[in-house]
């Protein structure tokens, strides 16, 4: 069965700092995967893709097939970082599958 | 543009009532759309998927009597809770997947709706 984990629920870090959110994830096949992060009292929003290899708000994310693993990691962590993040993937049906979340908190 | 709305975004009501809660694509066509369900600092759980003109798609353990969804155009899903009880206050949030292009699969959500059933 498809299923995405999220290991850590809280992940503080100080400002400047690099930060490394873990995703892990159980799939047969090519996966499809995704971060999404959601701000205080805002929506859930997409914040990057694997197939994009794009690098948003200086997030990056690289697909580790071998270990079936796809973290987000920022070289330098700001305060407007802090947020919950999830990792998901789209399986068969073309659903998503969330991981349960990491709260990330970015201090001064 | 690709925007989700609902409405309400804040619903009481009392035990037994029923409860309807909107999805719109705003600016773009959506043939899918999905609802979740999200406990305070828990992750989103998928209760079903629904496509435009057709049956929504349960997933197990949702009671489909109990949670009404109609898809009735390509802009609108609609959600309802029928006969309400306390242990269905949680915050329900919709999405609309964008068919192809570009931004293809790629789920847009909607700001959430929060029940909360006295």
């Known amino acids: ?38 701000y205080s009292r805002q929506r859930l929003q997409l914040l990057l893709r694997h197939i994009s290899r794009e690098s948003i708000k200086g997030f990056t994310a690289d697909l580790n097939k071998g270990e079936t693993s796809f973290h987000l990691k920022k070289p ?11 990792c998901a993937l789209l399986d068969y049906g073309q659903n998503f599958v969330f991981g349960p979340g990491t709260r990330l908190s970015v201090l001064p | 543009g690709a925007v989700v709305s609902q409405h309400p975004s804040r619903v009481i ?27 305070p600092k828990q992750s989103l759980m998928l209760m079903a998927t629904s496509n435009e ?14 949670f009404l969804i109609n898809h009735a155009s390509l802009t609108l899903s609609t959600l309802t809770v029928t006969s309400a009880h306390p242990e269905d206050s949680s915050f329900y949030i919709c999405s ?13 959500f909607g700001p959430g709706t929060r029940l909360t059933v006295l």
């Open chain 1, 1 to 38: 069965a498809q299923r995405v984990t999220q290991p850590e629920k809280l992940l503080s870090v100080f400002k400047g700092a690099p930060v490394e959110l873990k995703c892990n994830y159980s799939y047969s096949g090519s996966p499809e995967l995704f971060w999404y992060v959601q």
């Open chain 1, 76 to 86: 330098f962590a700001q305060e407007e970082d802090s947020a919950m993040y999830y």
């Open chain 2, 96 to 108: 609309a997947r964008i068919a192809g292009g570009a931004r293809r699969n790629e789920q847009f």
């Open chain 2, 53 to 66: 003109g057709s049956k929504a798609t349960y997933e197990q353990g949702v009671e489909k009597d109990k």
């Open chain 2, 13 to 39: 009501c009392k035990s037994g009532t029923s409860v309807k809660i909107e999805c719109r694509s705003l600016d773009f066509q959506a043939t899918t759309m999905f609802w979740y369900r999200q406990f």
